[in-house]
């Protein structure tokens, strides 16, 4: 044998949040050290299984000796740091990005953006009307775009995208966070299907050309349904029972178990209401799978359903 | 790899254009002989993908060619180069010089931008819209941000792809000159201006940086060397490179780009990085509204660039360095390209420079329209064949820069100074100059003025000065305000000439010299449709990766807009400009790069210093 790995213990390090002191493991981030210390931090692009974008801004902290606020989800902590999680430029910050998304962007299916909205005092609605559909939103003129005449706010806004049978997109819910394109590109599934294209105001996310999902590289692993924290990526029967006003979550349990398809054992959380599996997640903090699925786990579901259907045995 | 492609292939001519940069491909995917086991999939290696960083070079050679990227040709860059088709066009949607949809291979870029707002753009657009229908690339001619061309403005771009592409900047743009470009192509249009037009100062003794401006002839090794050519380099050569870096550091030689951070310790620190190998890359991305003083070096002097890069490399232990420049400068371009060649030719690069055992390598990558790739971490990312998006910081270039190896990023003008610190001294050079700000400076002086273009003083001249080596306003108009730092810095009125142009100064006014813009405006430019212009800007430069700024931007023209529609409101004025200022301050204060953070500064100071929106009517 070998000789035994030299064992480092982790160091603790100890910073400053809020005038109070919290010690976390060495390589923390503050968002770590925020949540260790009780403080309730709005996050929407950060992702427990992935590594952190930093894109959305609304997880901004005070961090003395900085001209700029960092954000506490990718920042690393450092001895003797001392954050500030609650000040008015914070505040300001938090409410700014809360109600830049939402004049922008439909949050109706995104967790807590009303209990955020009320505490940082957000008023989306002051942007102006919010502009309607567009429908050339995947063709893309980099450098330049149409102003009108400031009284209709963009958005976002466009048609739905129903190009298969598993799920769909509904990107007038896309915060453009990234997480999707990094949960099928290096960071999990290698597929590559999606990548943000054009730039600016105007990026969307996006295959070849806008090419439907059947016709790219997409291996409908849905493991971009899963990191999606707004719900832009659905289900197609989350999303059909939420058109038929049907969804229910409040009526919905939730059961874990491990896939039959084959020998790895990802653990599946079966959605079940009305005794009808709707929808399938995996547990992020599972050793197997972090979350990730293949197609069989995550959508071959339906069979279940044909069970008590004529001409089965039951 | 396991990379899945669609069906769309491309042309012979597209093929062709990409083999030439490449070399001819190896198999059925790389535009060889198809054998059986060519499927829709490309299995193509690490060979070829580490080749990711030909990206940007690749589609340029497409569009260039065809004029635009067509789903094959996307298909056949991603194939050779082993990257997913979606992450190929998620690039090329990127930056404004490429087109994924078909589009006329004559093009004329018309430049909006400020300085050329303040010199009868408007009055040519309107006309072109008489002439060949509104903006767009379908009628010829399209609206264009700065082309760094400002001493000629108002400026045009003629591009026409083909074999081989023509590209002509157009300067003062004329109606005429423009349609004859669509007609003919720019290889009818009468030449360039001499580089030489941009200084107006050229052949004047006394210069340092802009010496051989219009004296030397720029595509000539020997013009340069009878001029102190390389003598820098040997001064440097007798030098342990931790000395070089001593000299640079005695200098106070600071970034002239527009961070203004010492140059000495960028070196310094990089090369004390036990990671290699190390890069420099020489930041030409010159994109700055009102910004074209790189343009008058690499144009005019282009060998200095290169002795200055192979001092730079020799110091921080570099053995590769990049060019990334801008891909608006086709002239600048062509005469890099010839410096590089015959340098290397003459033994000034490539392996054992002169005896000296030093190998350095210099390679050109081109911008493709996208002003954020100046941001010094978006540019190791475009370099690298991705999205130009600013990358989070820390880690810092000089710990983990361009793939990821400690680098050096340095301005054209900040590399430019080094052969002169090598020459005098690092002591010596430390006295031109002042306490905090030391060298000679060039400034990028126009707007209305009567004689714009790039100006070099010691630094220590006041803003008044500088505008008076330009001619002052044209004779019975009057100076209305002045625009410091470009589209990212801020305005100073009319009666702040005293300002000294120092960074020091510049702080203690409460304003920027950013990238050395000074831009006039005289009274009959209306000030907040410069605004507007400038909003515009950074709503179409944004990247988009950060709330921010992507959606702070939008709301900051459409406040503006708002204001421009609504004048006599005065208190929908006054909610709009509130909203400016919350707007302005998120962006300021949570964006991850220096554009959102600066996106606000313009509007900023000219309703706080101009009163602006408060005076108009
Ligand atoms: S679709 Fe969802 S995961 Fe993807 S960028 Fe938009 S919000 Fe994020
Ligand atoms: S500040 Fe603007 S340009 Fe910079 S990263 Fe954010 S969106 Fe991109
Ligand atoms: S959660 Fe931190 S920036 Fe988005």
């Given at each position: 044998?070998?000789?035994?790995?030299?064992?480092?213990?982790?160091?603790?390090?100890?910073?400053?949040?809020?005038?109070?002191?919290?010690?976390?493991?060495?390589?923390?981030?503050?968002?770590?050290?925020?949540?260790?210390?009780?403080?309730?931090?709005?996050?929407?692009?950060?992702?427990?299984?992935?590594?952190?974008?930093?894109?959305?801004?609304?997880?901004?902290?005070?961090?003395?000796?900085?001209?700029?606020?960092?954000?506490?989800?990718?920042?690393?902590?450092?001895?003797?740091?001392?954050?500030?999680?609650?000040?008015?430029?914070?505040?300001?910050?938090?409410?700014?990005?809360?109600?830049?998304?939402?004049?922008?962007?439909?949050?109706?299916?995104?967790?807590?953006?009303?209990?955020?909205?009320?505490?940082?005092?957000?008023?989306?609605?002051?942007?102006?009307?919010?502009?309607?559909?567009?429908?050339?939103?995947?063709?893309?003129?980099?450098?330049?775009?149409?102003?009108?005449?400031?009284?209709?706010?963009?958005?976002?806004?466009?048609?739905?995208?129903?190009?298969?049978?598993?799920?769909?997109?509904?990107?007038?819910?896309?915060?453009?966070?990234?997480?999707?394109?990094?949960?099928?590109?290096?960071?999990?599934?290698?597929?590559?299907?999606?990548?943000?294209?054009?730039?600016?105001?105007?990026?969307?996310?996006?295959?070849?050309?806008?090419?439907?999902?059947?016709?790219?590289?997409?291996?409908?692993?849905?493991?971009?349904?899963?990191?999606?924290?707004?719900?832009?990526?659905?289900?197609?029967?989350?999303?059909?029972?939420?058109?038929?006003?049907?969804?229910?979550?409040?009526?919905?349990?939730?059961?874990?178990?491990?896939?039959?398809?084959?020998?790895?054992?990802?653990?599946?959380?079966?959605?079940?209401?009305?005794?009808?599996?709707?929808?399938?997640?995996?547990?992020?903090?599972?050793?197997?799978?972090?979350?990730?699925?293949?197609?069989?786990?995550?959508?071959?579901?339906?069979?279940?359903?044909?069970?008590?259907?004529?001409?089965?045995?039951? | 790899?396991?990379?899945?492609?669609?069906?769309?292939?491309?042309?012979?001519?597209?093929?062709?254009?990409?083999?030439?940069?490449?070399?001819?491909?190896?198999?059925?995917?790389?535009?060889?002989?198809?054998?059986?086991?060519?499927?829709?999939?490309?299995?193509?290696?690490?060979?070829?993908?580490?080749?990711?960083?030909?990206?940007?070079?690749?589609?340029?050679?497409?569009?260039?060619?065809?004029?635009?990227?067509?789903?094959?040709?996307?298909?056949?860059?991603?194939?050779?180069?082993?990257?997913?088709?979606?992450?190929?066009?998620?690039?090329?949607?990127?930056?404004?010089?490429?087109?994924?949809?078909?589009?006329?291979?004559?093009?004329?870029?018309?430049?909006?931008?400020?300085?050329?707002?303040?010199?009868?753009?408007?009055?040519?657009?309107?006309?072109?819209?008489?002439?060949?229908?509104?903006?767009?690339?379908?009628?010829?001619?399209?609206?264009?941000?700065?082309?760094?061309?400002?001493?000629?403005?108002?400026?045009?771009?003629?591009?026409?792809?083909?074999?081989?592409?023509?590209?002509?900047?157009?300067?003062?743009?004329?109606?005429?000159?423009?349609?004859?470009?669509?007609?003919?192509?720019?290889?009818?249009?009468?030449?360039?201006?001499?580089?030489?037009?941009?200084?107006?100062?050229?052949?004047?003794?006394?210069?340092?940086?802009?010496?051989?401006?219009?004296?030397?002839?720029?595509?000539?090794?020997?013009?340069?060397?009878?001029?102190?050519?390389?003598?820098?380099?040997?001064?440097?050569?007798?030098?342990?490179?931790?000395?070089?870096?001593?000299?640079?550091?005695?200098?106070?030689?600071?970034?002239?780009?527009?961070?203004?951070?010492?140059?000495?310790?960028?070196?310094?620190?990089?090369?004390?990085?036990?990671?290699?190998?190390?890069?420099?890359?020489?930041?030409?991305?010159?994109?700055?509204?009102?910004?074209?003083?790189?343009?008058?070096?690499?144009?005019?002097?282009?060998?200095?660039?290169?002795?200055?890069?192979?001092?730079?490399?020799?110091?921080?232990?570099?053995?590769?360095?990049?060019?990334?420049?801008?891909?608006?400068?086709?002239?600048?371009?062509?005469?890099?390209?010839?410096?590089?060649?015959?340098?290397?030719?003459?033994?000034?690069?490539?392996?054992?420079?002169?005896?000296?055992?030093?190998?350095?390598?210099?390679?050109?990558?081109?911008?493709?329209?996208?002003?954020?790739?100046?941001?010094?971490?978006?540019?190791?990312?475009?370099?690298?064949?991705?999205?130009?998006?600013?990358?989070?910081?820390?880690?810092?270039?000089?710990?983990?820069?361009?793939?990821?190896?400690?680098?050096?990023?340095?301005?054209?003008?900040?590399?430019?100074?080094?052969?002169?610190?090598?020459?005098?001294?690092?002591?010596?050079?430390?006295?031109?100059?002042?306490?905090?700000?030391?060298?000679?400076?060039?400034?990028?002086?126009?707007?209305?003025?009567?004689?714009?273009?790039?100006?070099?003083?010691?630094?220590?001249?006041?803003?008044?000065?500088?505008?008076?080596?330009?001619?002052?306003?044209?004779?019975?108009?009057?100076?209305?305000?002045?625009?410091?730092?470009?589209?990212?810095?801020?305005?100073?009125?009319?009666?702040?000439?005293?300002?000294?142009?120092?960074?020091?100064?510049?702080?203690?006014?409460?304003?920027?010299?950013?990238?050395?813009?000074?831009?006039?405006?005289?009274?009959?430019?209306?000030?907040?449709?410069?605004?507007?212009?400038?909003?515009?800007?950074?709503?179409?430069e944004s990247c988009g990766q950060c709330v921010p700024c992507r959606v702070g931007t939008v709301r900051q023209e459409e406040a503006l807009l708002r204001i421009a529609h609504n004048r006599r409101d005065t208190a929908a004025k006054g909610r709009d400009i509130g909203l400016l200022r919350d707007v302005g301050l998120v962006m300021k204060d949570s964006s991850i790069c220096g554009l959102g953070q600066a996106a606000w500064n313009a509007v900023e100071s000219a309703i706080d210093r101009l009163g602006v929106l408060e005076k108009s009517p």
């Amino acid at each position: 044998m070998n000789a035994p790995y030299p064992v480092t213990p982790v160091q603790q390090v100890t910073i400053k949040i809020d005038g109070e002191d919290v010690s976390v493991p060495e390589g923390s981030t503050i968002l770590t050290a925020c949540n260790a210390a009780g403080k309730d931090t709005p996050t929407l692009c950060y992702g427990d299984t992935l590594t952190p974008k930093n894109a959305c801004r609304v997880c901004m902290v005070e961090l003395k000796g900085s001209r700029v606020l960092v954000p506490s989800c990718s920042r690393k902590v450092s001895p003797g740091m001392e954050v500030m999680t609650d000040t008015e430029r914070v505040r300001h910050s938090r409410r700014l990005v809360l109600e830049l998304l939402g004049s922008s962007v439909d949050l109706s299916t995104t967790p807590r953006i009303p209990e955020w909205m009320q505490r940082y005092d957000a008023d989306p609605d002051r942007y102006g009307e919010r502009s309607g559909e567009s429908l050339t939103r995947d063709i893309h003129e980099p450098g330049e775009h149409h102003a009108g005449n400031g009284y209709v706010a963009a958005t976002m806004s466009q048609p739905d995208k129903i190009d298969n049978d598993l799920y769909v997109r509904d990107y007038s819910k896309c915060i453009l966070c990234y997480k999707c394109v990094d949960a099928c590109g290096t960071q999990w599934q290698n597929s590559f299907a999606i990548q943000i294209a054009g730039r600016g105001f105007d990026s969307q996310i996006s295959t070849e050309y806008a090419a439907e999902l059947p016709d790219s590289a997409c291996v409908f692993c849905g493991n971009c349904v899963e990191v999606c924290p707004t719900g832009a990526l659905s289900f197609k029967s989350e999303y059909d029972m939420r058109a038929a006003g049907t969804w229910d979550e409040s009526q919905q349990t939730e059961t874990t178990t491990v896939c039959t398809y084959c020998g790895v054992g990802c653990n599946l959380n079966l959605h079940v209401q009305d005794n009808k599996i709707v929808k399938v997640t995996s547990p992020h903090d599972h050793s197997i799978g972090h979350g990730n699925l293949c197609i069989k786990g995550r959508f071959g579901f339906v069979h279940v359903h044909s069970r008590s259907k004529e001409g089965s045995d039951s | 790899m396991d990379l899945k492609f669609s069906n769309a292939e491309a042309s012979a001519e597209e093929r062709d254009a990409v083999d030439r940069l490449l070399g001819a491909g190896d198999g059925g995917w790389h535009g060889g002989e198809r054998d059986e086991q060519d499927h829709r999939r490309a299995h193509t290696g690490h060979a070829a993908r580490s080749r990711r960083h030909f990206v940007m070079e690749a589609l340029h050679a497409v569009n260039d060619r065809v004029g635009w990227i067509s789903p094959g040709a996307l298909n056949y860059v991603g194939k050779r180069l082993s990257v997913a088709p979606a992450d190929v066009y998620s690039v090329a949607t990127f930056y404004a010089l490429f087109s994924t949809h078909p589009r006329p291979k004559r093009i004329v870029h018309v430049c909006t931008d400020i300085a050329c707002m303040a010199r009868g753009s408007k009055a040519v657009c309107a006309d072109l819209e008489k002439r060949l229908g509104p903006a767009s690339a379908d009628n010829g001619w399209k609206h264009s941000p700065c082309l760094g061309v400002c001493e000629r403005a108002p400026a045009a771009m003629a591009v026409e792809a083909g074999d081989p592409p023509h590209e002509h900047l157009i300067g003062p743009a004329t109606v005429d000159a423009i349609a004859l470009a669509l007609e003919d192509g720019p290889a009818a249009l009468a030449a360039e201006a001499p580089p030489a037009m941009a200084v107006p100062q050229a052949g004047q003794d006394g210069l340092m940086l802009l010496k051989r401006v219009g004296r030397v002839d720029p595509d000539s090794i020997d013009d340069y060397l009878a001029t102190d050519g390389y003598a820098g380099l040997r001064r440097a050569f007798e030098m342990q490179p931790g000395q070089v870096i001593s000299e640079v550091k005695d200098s106070r030689l600071m970034g002239r780009g527009g961070a203004a951070f010492p140059a000495g310790i960028k070196w310094e620190s990089t090369a004390k990085q036990p990671a290699t190998p190390r890069y420099l890359v020489c930041n030409a991305d010159e994109s700055e509204p009102g910004t074209f003083k790189d343009r008058a070096i690499l144009e005019g002097d282009p060998f200095a660039l290169i002795e200055s890069m192979t001092i730079a490399g020799y110091a921080i232990g570099a053995e590769r360095g990049f060019i990334y420049l801008r891909g608006e400068y086709p002239r600048a371009h062509r005469m890099l390209h010839n410096a590089i060649d015959t340098a290397r030719e003459r033994g000034f690069l490539g392996n054992d420079i002169q005896g000296s055992g030093f190998s350095f390598e210099l390679e050109i990558r081109r911008g493709a329209g996208a002003y954020i790739c100046g941001e010094e971490t978006a540019i190791f990312n475009s370099i690298e064949g991705y999205r130009g998006e600013p990358r989070s910081k820390p880690p810092f270039p000089f710990e983990a820069g361009l793939f990821g190896k400690p680098t050096v990023v340095n301005n054209v003008e900040t590399l430019c100074n080094v052969p002169l610190i090598m020459r005098m001294g690092g002591a010596q050079y430390a006295r031109i100059g002042t306490e905090g700000s030391t060298g000679p400076k060039l400034f990028c002086v126009s707007g209305n003025l009567v004689r714009p273009g790039v100006y070099e003083v010691p630094f220590g001249a006041t803003l008044g000065d500088v505008l008076t080596l330009a001619g002052g306003v044209p004779q019975g108009r009057k100076l209305q305000a002045v625009l410091l730092g470009g589209a990212a810095g801020g305005f100073v009125r009319a009666d702040e000439l005293n300002i000294p142009l120092t960074f020091e100064g510049a702080r203690a006014n409460n304003t920027t010299l950013g990238s050395g813009v000074v831009l006039a405006f005289d009274d009959t430019v209306e000030l907040p449709a410069i605004l507007l212009r400038i909003a515009r800007f950074f709503r179409d430069e944004s990247c988009g990766q950060c709330v921010p700024c992507r959606v702070g931007t939008v709301r900051q023209e459409e406040a503006l807009l708002r204001i421009a529609h609504n004048r006599r409101d005065t208190a929908a004025k006054g909610r709009d400009i509130g909203l400016l200022r919350d707007v302005g301050l998120v962006m300021k204060d949570s964006s991850i790069c220096g554009l959102g953070q600066a996106a606000w500064n313009a509007v900023e100071s000219a309703i706080d210093r101009l009163g602006v929106l408060e005076k108009s009517p």
